[in-house]
Structures are given as C-alpha cells and as structure tokens.
C-alpha cells in the first residue's frame, strides 16, 4: 500500500470508451502514459496500482488507455472521474510553470461573487470546449465557465476566487 503523500495528481479519468476496457484520459501538459512506470487509482479508500496495457493519443493532452485486467466496459466503469495518480518521484516538479495554476488546484476553495459566497468549488467540467467550475452552493449546483474573463482574483492564502459574472448567470 502507498501513503497519498508519496503520489502526484497528473490527470484525470474522465469514462469507459467503448467496450474492451478502453479509458478515456486527460494527462497533464506534455505528459504521456509512456512516462510512468504505473498509473495509481484511489478505490474503496486505496490507491491501487495499474500497469497500461496499450495506449494511444486522443488530441494533444487526451489519451484512450487501457490497465492490464480491465478487459470490459463494466470493469472499465469503476475508474469513472476519477483522479490519476502517479509516483511523486517519477514527476519532475521543477519543470512546471512558474506560474503554473491549474483547475484542479481551485477544487477546495470559496468562490465569491459580489462578495457574496456562492459555495465550494468541488469539481470542473472540462468535456467540452467551455469548461465550468462545478460549486456546491448548499446542496445546489451552480456551474461558473472558468474563464479569464470572469475571474476577478485568486487568493491561495485564503483559498478563494472572486468572480465577476454577468446577471442571471447562477440563475440558470
């Protein structure tokens, strides 16, 4: 078993593709599955261990893949979003952007509009060509594009992003 500590998130499983146990992945910039010795999996509270059986690209970060003993859509189906992981020793940190914020580290932090808090941004949509914050507001779901334009500023400290949105935007 490996501690979480010990791993690094460098994608996400987004669904099955097709019937052969093919997964439809995102890695992230310049990443390939080549790179990795094995991918790591959190299941029932674990992280499991998957060796790629086959791989191939999808587009310039997306990737149709394969674990060794995922051989069918219903096997394929309990890696449904979810995060990849890797050992942290086989990523090369120093290499990412200086200025390298990604989606992925905003899951977790308030979102603000208007100073008004809209709830905790728990996932981002990024199936189609506009991507969305996903916000837990009360049990609500509110869906934000995540886009330049309506991100006013992002507080690490505080773990907060404040938009400015158009009207009737979080009525939709």
């Known amino acids: 078993m490996i501690d979480e500590s010990k791993l690094a998130e460098i994608g996400k499983i987004n ?3 097709g019937i052969k146990g093919e997964l439809s992945v995102e890695l992230d910039d310049g990443l390939e599955p080549d790179d990795f010795t094995c991918f790591f999996v959190e299941l029932n509270g674990l992280f499991v261990p998957f060796f790629v059986a086959e791989s191939r690209p999808r587009g310039k ?3 149709l893949m394969r674990f060794i003993g995922v051989e069918n859509e219903k096997d394929a189906a309990m890696f449904a979003n979810k995060p990849l992981f890797v050992k942290d020793d086989e990523v090369d ?3 990412e952007d200086s200025d390298g914020f990604y989606l ?3 899951i977790g932090f308030q979102a603000f509009a208007d100073e008004q808090l809209l709830g905790t941004i728990t996932d981002y949509d990024d199936s189609t060509q506009n991507i969305l914050f ?3 507001n009360d049990g609500r779901q509110l869906y934000i594009p995540a886009t330049e334009d309506f991100i006013v500023a992002i507080d690490t400290q ?6 400015t949105l158009p009207d009737g935007l979080i009525n939709l």
């Open 134 to 136: 996903q916000i837990d």
């Open 15 to 17: 669904k099955p593709h």
């Open 158 to 163: 505080d773990k907060s992003v404040i938009f």
């Open 61 to 63: 970060e997306s990737w």
């Open 93 to 95: 940190f120093e290499e």
């Open 104 to 106: 992925s580290d905003l």
